[in-house]
């Protein structure tokens, strides 16, 4: 849980705070609750949407505007070839939904069942954002060495 917090706050301490949030969260909620699903799809949803608020409210204690009231642009860094971070500037180039649907399948190991009820989807749409997503990143200049 800890990883997918990660990968949408972007902050190891916001991740850890949000995966601490989820299962509190739950634990109110649902005193006497049985597990009959995989945890992960389960808490998929809450862990996406505690995610988002934390982002949110860390953004709005991090940004300082400049003199003309507007927040400077970092530049990344350029695209190394065959890297890690290729492969991160490739994925930034995704939507969020390709993104997420591609995370979930090969970060998270999910079936594409799976990934199908974790983000409350049909099972067409999750083959479909795959396909997608996979083929954008093939024919992407960033990406193109990792699929040789």
Known sequence: MAGLAYRFTGNADLARDVTQETFLYFLKKFPGFELTANLKTFLYPAVKNLSIVARRKARRYQSTPNEQGLLEV????????????????????LSEEHR???LLRFMDDLSLVEIAEAMNVPLGTVKSRLHHALAQLRSSGRAADLFD
């Open 74 to 93: 970092i530049p990344s860094p350029p695209p190394q070839s065959a890297d890690p971070a290729a492969l991160a500037a490739a994925l930034a180039g």
């Open 100 to 102: 997420e649907t591609l």
